[in-house]
């Protein structure tokens, strides 16, 4: 790993008025951090308008009292591009291709949407009639075989054209060995295209594996218009509101890059939201002392978990957003599973209680949020429960009855399961407790680590109300809340650095590689990294490089990623590393089988300022004593009973405080929840740490 101070001065204070804004499915938060009155926070919560997202940033940029003209820089995580995948809401996209291979992209791995049974459907990104082929042949060696044909792909290109297509992908085959002909065909497109919605493979993933080479990039070209209409009309919005400077936009693998530039790699958006969450945990985590986390944000729509390991997120290269749609470019490892706040709980047609993957949304919402909802989700469940005060929900229309919900839970559920109104919803909170520990085994013991090496790192809106249980059903000895668990998505958009990722595909045996071609590849990617960082408009205050490898043994399907010392490693280091690496991921040594080098990767990282945290609570808002901060004693159930419940206000709480549980501590932005047996403590930054009981 490298690290050099740029020479540049920065010319964007992102050490002045910082706001960091996330987009959810049901809120956008932001948090405002004013270096220049001492770091002083600022945070604002508001419904997301999926209409046009970019209302609910300017409305929760209002919340705040703080003018857009005096704001150094925005840093925006997105879904943008998200949601337009999940949804199908895609751009009229065009691939042109080598002459035999235009199915590569429906014809996929040998998989089934569903592994037991012949069913599921799969649609592919482009649809058939708008792939077309061209004569060129490239061999896997790099030498060619059949020249481009370049008067058909010009005739290809016109036929796209013709057929209303806003996007176009070049996907030839073995173009990460020699890009000449894709090169040359982006030339020819750029003559005709109206547009520079023009994806060459090669350019945004230059690795073997012609199916998710064509799909990355057939992703990047559809939501491309999607994401740059977007950008231009945040641009304005916030223009409107006096803001004149560049604004920066999370990627998913936990970095930043100007809205200037996002476009051109939009397919590295996606994930945006969940990755700077994590990104904020792990900066929160290595603050606090907790360096391995498992991350569980829950939010209105969905749960994500990922892990941390030393404060490092594990960040993947082979992340499949849904079946048949990998999406191969560097993307913080997060498992999402469709239960959120809003996840709607109903009977099915056995006489079983099930919760989500259908959800309640922004609109109408949960019935207690008075918007028109009528369907019991989790949120609903917590209030009936008394775990969610109903006079400190967020954005209530019309406010609703706390027996009304739970009639509305004994008439949906309750009637069909023998069971009251409150039993049926702490059914609901039990199974959807199991839901999101399935997620945390997934990315810990799906993973091979101990569940008791790990702290579980609470946020979200909903995060804190579940963790404590989700904790001691995983054997978790400890929760981390952190000190504004509704915002850390946000947060983690004002503490994330500038970072560029690079791969390329060498795919050969370890003993037959070229040392010289090695150390030449991570140099380039080193290179075009800092030369792209220096484009940015906030300059970091040091710039750090990392080597990796993705590896496997000859014969073998899947990769390992392998840290390298430096851009110059020799092929017995090589063989050494991965060998160790091996080791510590299976417990088994195969000295007899050799290595071969698959992937070279580098990360190229601008580091920003640091950020205090200690300040996200106001210190001036803490009383001395524990009792000072209480609200008011209240039942609440826990296990099938009801135990009355002090309540405190997080603002307040003393920084030396001990509560036992069971507690409620409430705040803006989130309910954190401490059941009997649990032990709280503060941190210097505010964070609470929960020792979980037995």
């Not at 925005?74 to 995948?85: P, R």
């Not at 799909?215 to 304005?236: G, W």
């Amino acid at each position: 790993m490298n690290e050099k101070v740029p020479a540049q001065s920065d010319p964007m204070r992102s050490d002045g008025v910082v706001a960091g804004i996330d987009v959810g499915g049901t809120f956008t938060d932001l948090i405002l951090i004013d270096g220049r009155d001492g770091g002083k926070v600022r945070i604002a919560k508001t419904p997301t308008t999926l209409d046009n997202q970019a209302f609910g940033v300017v409305s929760a940029l209002g919340a705040t009292g703080f003018s857009a003209s005096s704001i150094d820089l925005i840093v925006h995580g997105t879904t943008t591009t998200t949601n337009a995948v999940l949804e199908r809401r895609l751009a009229r996209t065009g691939m042109i291709t080598t002459a035999g291979f235009r199915d590569v992209i429906e014809l996929g791995r040998r998989t089934r949407p569903h592994a037991y049974g012949m069913t599921g459907t799969f649609v592919p990104v482009i649809p058939r009639n708008l792939r077309l082929e061209v004569a060129e042949r490239m061999e896997a060696s790099g030498s060619v075989r059949v020249p481009l044909d370049e008067a058909a792909f010009r005739r290809a290109v016109q036929s796209l054209l013709a057929a209303g297509c806003e996007s176009l992908v070049i996907h030839f085959l073995h173009s990460y060995a020699n890009p000449v002909h894709e090169r040359r065909a982006a030339e020819i497109a750029a003559e005709l295209w109206p547009n520079d919605h023009i994806t060459a493979g090669h350019t945004l993933l230059s690795e073997a594996r012609e199916f998710e080479r064509g799909v990355t990039a057939s992703v990047n070209a559809a939501v491309q218009p999607i994401l740059e209409r977007y950008v231009a009309r945040l641009r304005n919005e916030l223009a409107a509101q006096g803001y004149e400077r560049d604004f920066l936009i999370m990627n998913g693998n936990g970095g930043m890059i100007s809205a200037r530039f996002v476009a051109r790699e939009a397919a590295k958006t996606v994930m945006s939201g969940p990755a700077s969450g994590v990104i904020a945990a792990a900066y929160t985590g290595r603050r606090s002392g907790h360096r391995n986390l498992v991350t569980y944000d829950m939010g209105g729509t969905s749960t994500d978990v990922a892990l941390i390991r030393d404060a490092q997120p594990a960040v993947s290269n082979e992340i499949e957003l849904e079946y048949a749609m990998p999406i191969h470019v560097p993307m913080v490892a997060v498992h999402t599973v469709g239960a959120g706040g809003g996840s709607i709980a109903r009977v099915d047609a056995a006489g079983l209680i099930r919760v989500g993957p259908e959800s309640a949304g922004a609109n109408p919402g949960p019935i207690c949020y008075g918007r028109g909802g009528t369907e019991p989700t989790i949120t609903d469940a917590n209030l009936v429960l008394g775990r969610l005060s109903p006079d400190k929900l967020l954005a209530v229309d019309n406010p609703v009855t706390v027996e009304r919900v739970a009639r509305v839970f004994e008439d949906r559920i309750g009637l069909f399961t023998n069971l009251s109104g409150v039993e049926a919803a702490g059914a609901v909170l039990r199974l959807a407790n199991m839901k999101m520990a399935g997620a945390i085994r997934m990315v810990s013991v799906g993973r091979g680590h101990d569940p008791r090496d790990f702290t579980l790192f609470a946020f979200g809106g909903a995060g804190p109300l579940h963790a404590s249980a989700l904790a001691r059903e995983l054997g978790l000895p400890r929760v981390l809340v952190p000190a504004r668990p509704g915002i850390t998505n946000a947060l983690g958009c004002v503490v994330a650095d500038l970072r560029h990722d690079f791969v390329n595909t060498l795919n050969l045996p370890v003993v037959t590689l070229d040392e010289e071609q090695v150390h030449s590849v991570l140099e380039r990617h080193r290179a075009e990294g800092e030369a792209l960082i220096a484009k940015e408009a906030v300059k970091p205050q040091a710039v750090r490089v990392s080597h990796s490898a993705d590896m496997q043994f000859v014969g073998q399907t899947h990769l390992i990623n392998v840290p390298l010392p430096s851009s110059r490693v020799d092929r017995a280091t090589l063989q050494s590393l991965f060998e160790k690496a091996y080791f510590a991921r299976f417990k088994v040594e195969l000295p007899e089988i050799r290595a071969n080098l698959v992937n070279l990767n580098t990360s190229v990282i601008g580091v920003r300022p640091e950020i205090d945290l200690s300040t996200l609570i106001d210190p001036a808002g803490r009383v001395t004593k524990l009792k000072e901060a209480r609200l008011e004693i209240r039942p609440v159930w826990y296990a099938g009973s009801w135990h009355d419940t002090p309540v405190y206000a997080r603002d307040r709480l003393p920084l030396d405080a001990v509560i036992k549980g069971p507690a409620i501590i409430e705040q803006m932005d989130a309910t954190t929840v401490l059941e009997p047996g649990d032990r709280a403590r503060s941190d210097a930054d505010g964070n609470l740490i929960v020792e979980v009981g037995s």
